[in-house]
């Protein structure tokens, strides 16, 4: 039985990171299957501009809607004691699950593009994990500072944390759900 006019809401923190593993990953892989072939041209160039990309790709994505994070942040409105707060393994599975088949596609696409860039492809990819990852532990940084936990209903969330249809972020006391700030998992600590 559910809670009359209940919500479901889900971690900002969490959403925003449960793409930057497999980014990173398919990216790493990608980038030392392209290093075998010497592609078009050859493999110092083509690692070269994949360190460019990887660092103009990270700049990028860690910086992209700052200021819309950090306005709903600073705006959250508390949330209400009957919402549902998915947990942390839940966002991730069907983040990932929604999103698989473009990751499968991307990762294609940085391995075929080896065969002129060597390992450029990889590397832009592992550049857009690491970027999702430093906006996850910024988001961190900023639930520690405010002492709250930022959450979106699930409802809002089909182009994103901070898409469109978001109209605010909610929150929650810094104990709240199965995630520590940031969205990595929360360590459990035991007395001795």
Known sequence: MGREGATSLVRVAVLVRAGSGPLWWSGVLAAGIGAVPPGITGRRIGVLAG???LLLAFAAVALVRGRRYTHFARTATRAARSAYLQDRGVTIRNWRRSHRWWLLLAFLAAVGSSFAVPAAGGLLLAGCG????AKAVRLGRLERSRECLLWVRTDWIAKGAVGKPVRGFQS??????????????RRSTVAV
Do not use: F, N, S
């Open 51 to 53: 360190a460019v990309l």
């Open 130 to 133: 690491a970027g999702l990852w």
């Open 172 to 185: 929650t006391g810094i104990a709240a759900g199965d995630a520590a700030p940031g969205g990595a998992r």
